[in-house]
């Protein structure tokens, strides 16, 4: 079987904008390898069957080398490298010229993409197995109105301060205690 690896340990989002370069390469009959952070790689797991994930150190100077030994010992010579910022990746001096951290003539998707060869229109092929089980759990513990708004402000350095108008709605604040894909439902 061909072997193809995604070299994009983390961020959620980068994964998340990034599995449709995993779902089409599945199609096209390769295995595909991804070794990404340990904290999202369970949350992956559960919703995809189309990726080979395996857990590396969410340590950034440490998950690019811990990626290529995974490449190694799956055998996997055939990588895509889209990792660009984090320190070993070889598409970062790319990345700055083509995107200058989204600046540049491409955003930081289309960048992925195509160093991916797979076509930009893709991204919004995402395909997930939804666990509606969970996905209910969650919504019957937190929507408690017919009318609410949903809001995700937490972020790496802390919480944006918003005043938000909403009038009567239920403000329902996402958090980390449940996957996110288990917040879908909401």
Not at 2 to 13: A, D, E, F, S
Not at 93 to 120: H, L, Q, T
Request: aromatic content about 12%.
């Amino acid at each position: 079987m061909k072997k193809i690896g995604i070299l994009q340990p983390g961020r959620l989002g980068d994964v998340i904008i990034c599995l449709p370069i995993a779902k089409y390469y599945s199609d096209r009959g390769y295995r595909v390898i991804w070794p990404m952070f340990m904290s999202i790689a369970t949350m992956v797991k559960e919703v995809t069957d189309y990726v080979d994930i395996f857990p590396v150190t969410e340590d950034v100077y440490r998950c690019i080398g811990e990626a290529h030994q995974v490449f190694r010992s799956e055998q996997c010579s055939n990588i895509i490298d889209i990792a660009a910022t984090f320190p070993g990746s070889n598409s970062t001096a790319d990345y700055v010229a083509d995107c200058n951290d989204g600046y540049g003539p491409e955003g930081s998707d289309e960048f992925k993409y195509r160093k991916s060869n797979v076509p930009f229109d893709e991204k919004w092929s995402l395909v997930l197995n939804r666990n509606l089980k969970q996905e209910n759990a969650v919504y019957d513990l937190y929507v408690k109105q017919p009318d609410y708004v949903v809001t995700s402000l937490s972020h790496s350095r802390g919480v944006v301060k918003v005043d938000l108008n909403v009038g009567d709605c239920q403000i329902i604040s996402m958090n980390t205690k449940h996957s996110i894909f288990h917040w879908i439902k909401v």
